[in-house]
């Protein structure tokens, strides 16, 4: 069975296709029409999707050498997300759907991002907890079986992402933050300063991010703008260790609470170095092994919705055409 996947679901246009045992193409386009104005603007998201969705299918096709007529299904993000994003993957699934006479299913996005994890590590084996870490969501979830899920802890108010791209602003490294604040932090003295991590209660297992926002923007205020531009390295070093020790303490208590011993990692903050290795380390030290998709696959792409969408179309399982975007859609 080959599985279009589609995905639109915020500012990476993406079409995949998938054969049941490996990816055989994943396109993704991202717009760039965003860095400008230093985050997704949401109406300029579903214009750009108009005009490149079709596009994008056609390469993934063109490069897996399959033909239309040789999908057996279409899968599609069909929420969370922007709504006139999610809106345009939808009405052309649908369509492709309604046209080749085939079913097509509805998939929620943070579910793709957990299944991302399989295309990469197929030994993968339930059950386990994922930390999905990107930049609108920051949440640990026990995967009991495939589709099973329970949400152990989550953002009370910022994703971490969201947290990186606000303080990639505050140190003017343009959108997204999260990828130049990884490289300025290699260069940067972790010890420089202390910045709050925020535990909340004891054996919590939920996030926040905003404090510490507002303490780097606290700190660049008192030091002034020109040892801000001098420090940007060590701020970098300083936050980012702050953001990672509260994620891997957090997720490294969950698998502990819950009696699992592997973690898996999904998003685009999944992609950071620093938050792999010091998951591993301390995975290691508590006998979890630690596993995270390839950066393709972290990031929002159509291959973590076909490989979705595959499985529940494989169980029989397909969405009505009435189905409409759910821009909040949770677990
Ligand atoms: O999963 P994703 O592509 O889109 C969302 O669903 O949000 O994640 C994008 C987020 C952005 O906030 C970006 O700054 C962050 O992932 N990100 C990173 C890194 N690469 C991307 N954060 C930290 N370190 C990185 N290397
Ligand atoms: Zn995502």
Known sequence: MIVLGIETSCDDTSAALFDGQSLISNVISTQLVHRSFGGVVPELASRNHIQLVLPVIKQALNQGGISRKDLQGIAVTYGPGLAGSLLVGLSVAKGMALSLGIPFIGINHLDGHVWANLLDNPRIKVPFVVLIVSGGHTQIVLVKDWGVYKVLGKTRDDAAGEAFDKVGKLLKVGYPGGPAIEKLALEGDPTYIRFPRAFIETGSLDF?????????????????????????????????????DVLVEKTVNAAKQVGVHQICLAGGVAVNKALQERMTQRGREENLKVRWPSPGLCMDNGGMIARAGHHYLQQKMSSPLSLSPVPSLNF
């Open 208 to 244: 926040s991010f905003s404090g510490l926002k507002t303490s780097v923007l606290n700190h660049i205020r008192a030091i002034g703008s020109q040892n801000t531009q001098s420090r940007r390295c060590d701020i970098a070093a300083c936050f980012q260790e702050a953001v990672i």
